[in-house]
């Protein structure tokens, strides 16, 4: 059968994944990879994620509870795996691409309060799950042949109930010919015993069984080769193919997994199901990440002064935006995660010792702010390369103002009453109705810039070099901004606000023209950097940090 056209896009084929035995077995990455494949192929894909927990997005949940808010050019706070949706595929997502339990029920609850069910009762089915359905089946653009959708947590989870029955429903409604259930699972080697156990998997499948769903690939994760006799046991007892028994093998990077999965056949088997031609899959630019990452020409090691780096996932697009960047220079980046509240009172060259650049990213709260303007100091008066990310852009323009422009007691007004606000509440100084399409105003306190906002680049300035343009677009997430009414000052001591919005008002990037490298941006460059596309922002860092290193 031919491939589906752009005039098939109302009709596009459905992947549903989900997760089984335990969480984090990597069902965000092999969503991503899956997709990447298909692009591979020639088809146009959209990835979705259903997460069923409460909040109604993860904007107001602890890094340390569910890593990073993943912040798309339409303003959404989103969960983090539509990062490596967009890093695997480079295809943006937008606000309808992710929902979670509390958005269903806000809807449904508004819907009800409306008077729209026309005084039926509301009820988990129909109404939780059509609500489900809809999501789903929402418009997924022109020319999208395959929608992936991504079912957070595992089965069996009660708060997962009502998306695991949205979609036994689909599978029925839309029939086999547009549906496919792909189950990630794991298979855990018993070293006492000295072998790998398919029992956990094959309990997996008949609780997913028990709700009305048929598996039609199996993703086993495992940390070494399944063997075929485990392989032919794992179709037999859980009803499938045995070459849609897929090995999900632990890989060196991330972006190995879209050439060991195809390997495997996994995107072979899904075309299979679908009745389409295998034709071949020009997988050439994957394979030339590979060989970058798997032999560099050299490395630089990079200082990441933050408040939650007991979890990385914490700065997960910050870490694969420095992975883009030593793409970019062909080299490996070596990533030293260091607690900004450790760093604000241990000594600095120490610490510091054998690292070739500093990056100081976002954050809220005060926590640890005194470490990253300690930060800042250091690499401006070492001639350190540094790249300051949204508050650390604030926290390097407050030492500069502390230590250059002599206002000692500048600091933001996000940590308690000043009297040398640099940074303020935006809605201190933002006007007009224009710069407020995009904000989220929040009980946690006051209102937020999300999403993608422009920026004008001064002339000559080393941002405007390597953005090689005068005019960006770039996403937000934050509620402070640095104070316009401070720009003289701090200019006339050398730091350069060298990117502004439009209108002026919002300082967007600071640098430090006679630094090697030392810049400051107010947005979040990270959630745009891909591996085919590095950011140049980032590439230009670790350029930077390269050259140090070597100097």
């Known amino acids: 059968m031919p491939k589906t056209s752009h005039a098939d896009a109302n009709t596009p084929r459905y992947i549903f994944i989900t997760g089984g035995v335990v969480s984090s077995l990597g069902k965000g990455l092999a969503s991503a990879s899956l997709a990447a494949l298909l692009q591979a ?53 937008h606000q309808r691409d992710n929902i979670t339990t509390g958005r269903i029920y806000s809807n449904i609850i508004e819907k009800e309060r409306r008077g729209d069910y026309l005084g039926a009762t509301v009820q988990v089915i129909p109404h939780v799950t059509n609500e489900i359905k809809n999501f789903v089946l929402a418009d997924a653009g022109e020319g999208v042949d395959f929608v992936l959708c991504e079912v957070g947590g595992t089965v069996g989870d009660i708060e997962g109930l009502p998306f695991f029955e949205a979609l036994r429903q689909l599978g029925q409604e839309l029939g086999r010919e547009r549906v496919l259930f792909l189950h990630v699972t794991l298979l855990p080697y018993i070293a006492a015993a000295g072998e790998v156990k398919t029992k956990p998997t094959q309990h997996s499948v008949k609780e997913l069984r028990s709700i009305g769903i048929q598996p039609d690939i199996l993703l086993c994760r495992a940390d070494r080769p399944i063997s075929e006799g485990d392989i032919s046991k794992i179709a037999r007892f859980c009803n499938v193919r045995e070459s849609a028994v897929i090995q999900g093998l632990d890989a060196p990077s991330i972006y190995d997994v879209p050439l060991a999965y195809h390997k495997e056949g996994i995107d072979r088997e899904v075309l299979r199901h679908f009745r389409l031609e295998d034709e071949p899959a020009d997988l050439s630019r994957w394979e030339d990440i590979s060989q970058i990452l798997h032999n560099p020409d050299g490395y630089v090691n990079i200082a990441v002064i933050g ?26 980046v070596k990533i030293k995660w260091i607690e900004s509240e450790a760093f604000g009172e241990g000594d600095c060259g120490a610490i510091l010792k054998d690292m070739h650049g500093i990056l100081v990213p976002g954050g809220f709260g005060e926590r640890g702010t005194e470490g990253k303007i300690r930060a800042a100091r250091y690499a401006r008066e070492h001639d350190m390369p540094y790249f300051g990310i949204c508050l650390g852009m604030q926290m390097a323009v407050i030492e500069a103002s502390r230590n250059l422009a002599g206002l000692p007691n500048a600091a933001s007004t996000e940590f308690g009453a000043t009297d040398t606000p640099v940074v303020g509440l935006m809605t201190e100084w933002i006007r007009g109705n224009e710069k407020q399409t995009r904000t989220k105003d929040t009980d946690l306190g006051g209102t937020m810039r999300l999403g993608a ?63 090697p490298w030392f810049i400051g941006v107010q947005f979040h460059p990270e959630l745009k950097s891909r591996p085919f596309e590095p950011h140049p922002l980032f590439a230009g860092f670790v350029a930077a940090a390269l050259k140090n290193r070597l100097v």
């Open 453 to 515: 906002y422009p920026a004008v680049l001064e002339k000559g300035s080393l941002v405007a070099e390597m953005y090689g343009c005068e005019r960006i677009e770039e996403r937000h997430r934050h509620r402070y901004e640095v104070n316009i009414e401070y720009k003289e000052r701090l200019e006339a001591v050398g730091l350069k606000f060298s990117g502004m919005s439009p209108d002026g008002i919002l300082p967007e990037i600071v640098e430090i023209p006679d630094h």
């Open 41 to 93: 192929r020639g088809y146009g894909v959209r990835l979705r994620k259903l997460d069923p927990y409460l909040n109604v997005d993860p904007g107001t949940m602890s890094p340390y509870q569910h890593g990073e808010v993943y912040v798309t050019d339409d303003g959404a706070e989103t969960d983090l795996d539509l990062g490596h949706y967009e890093r695997f595929t480079g295809v943006s997502a």
């Open 307 to 332: 408040k939650y780096t007991v979890l990385p996932d914490a700065y997960k697009s910050l870490s694969e935006a420095l992975v883009h960047g030593g793409i970019a220079n062909n080299v490996r």
